[in-house]
């Protein structure tokens, strides 16, 4: 039964996404994605600065903190509206990844602040948890990354991999290991020990690695520990996890609306190649992955924004709409560049700046292989709790 607040929330979504499909097919046209790859940093703070004009980097952040406490559809409809123009500032690492698990750790004077100044659009937190060169064996909660306690500081040894955004963020909310089990420390950009290397991605975009090499900070950049820290740290994950799903489900329906086009614009043996029915069965598969896709995707962002979802069934539903959002970027993809032709692998066309961005995203935290052996451990675990 669909109720007045559902009634009314689904229009202010639908205005949302209006607003923010025109402000960034104006603001954020192809050429300029194009012309900011493989340029340090690989995205524009200029335009983040536009970005919370708009109020978007507030829209998860709690008012008392500048915020809109918005639920994550409304994010959804933002991060959306710039992965259709391949925008490439990154919204999701940074407000969704680095942003929740800030509001995730507790309110903390340094948490507070930063969050405030997130939502402000000043500063630009990434998060540095993964270590494995692969990623295949990196999971929330497991870190070799070392800290120490020496008195009133904080004393980290170890290094980070595939941290996004790399160069150019402000500091970084580093997970580490101590006696009590995870930490998550906040680490300035400019903190002394610390190095960062930028490594190309293949869309143009950036991510690094980060080595530090005995950084000393004062204990107040604890953010979290033990449980508390695991927990954060997955669940904003987890979210992290449906928002790339988001930006990959958008990426799929540009794609494909392009190659529609191109069908029934291409001529051959004096008709458009779209009326060729072998195409158009190869068309439809594409469509069929895309509503599959958007299906679990709307799933997904419901039991976010439900206060009372379980944290296992969330964990379990964001690895399965990953794997899904991955797989069928992928697919979609390959099946774009072979109906297009010879102009799909060019790099003139537009097409291959969203494939280029499907690769990144759909590797991104883990792929739809990586994704499914986590989703049936969760699963196995719960159906193991439940015979107990």
Known sequence: MTTTHDSERAEQLTMLRESALSFVTKESPLNR??????QLPGYDRRFWSALAE???????????????????????????????????????????????????VGATEL??????????????????????????????GLAATRLERQGDSLLIHGYKRHVR?????????????????????????????????????????????????????????????????????????????????????????SMLTMTQDYLRTRIQFGKPIGSFQSLQHRTVDLLIQQELTASVVTQALALLDDPAADASARSALASRVKSRASDAGLQVAREAVQLHGAIGVTDEYDLGLYLQRALVLAAWLGNGNQQRRRYANLTQNATAQEHA
């Open 165 to 253: 955004p790399g160069a150019g963020a402000d500091g970084y909310i580093v997970s580490a290991t101590n006696p009590q089990g995870l930490v998550l420390v906040w680490v300035p950009a400019d903190a002394s020990g610390l190095t960062l290397s930028s490594q190309p991605l293949a869309d143009g975009s950036y991510a690094a690695q980060l080595n530090l090499n005995s950084v000393r900070l004062p204990a107040s950049h604890l953010l979290a520990e033990g449980a508390a820290a695991a927990a954060a740290l997955t669940r904003a994950y987890d979210e992290t996890l449906v928002l790339a799903s988001v930006e990959l489900l958008a990426l799929v329906r």
């Open 54 to 104: 708009q109020g978007w980097t507030g829209l998860l952040v709690p008012e008392q903190l500048g915020g809109y406490a918005q639920g994550f559809a409304e994010m959804a409809e933002v991060a959306a509206a710039l992965a259709s123009q391949v925008a490439p500032e990154p919204v999701v690492p940074v407000l969704v990844f680095a942003g929740r698990l800030l509001s995730h």
């Open 111 to 140: 948490s507070m602040r930063l969050l405030t100044e997130l939502a402000e659009g000043r500063t630009l937190p990434a998060v540095a948890w993964q270590e494995d060169v692969t990623g295949a064996k990196d999971q929330p």
């Open 33 to 38: 994605a194009r012309a900011l790859r493989q």
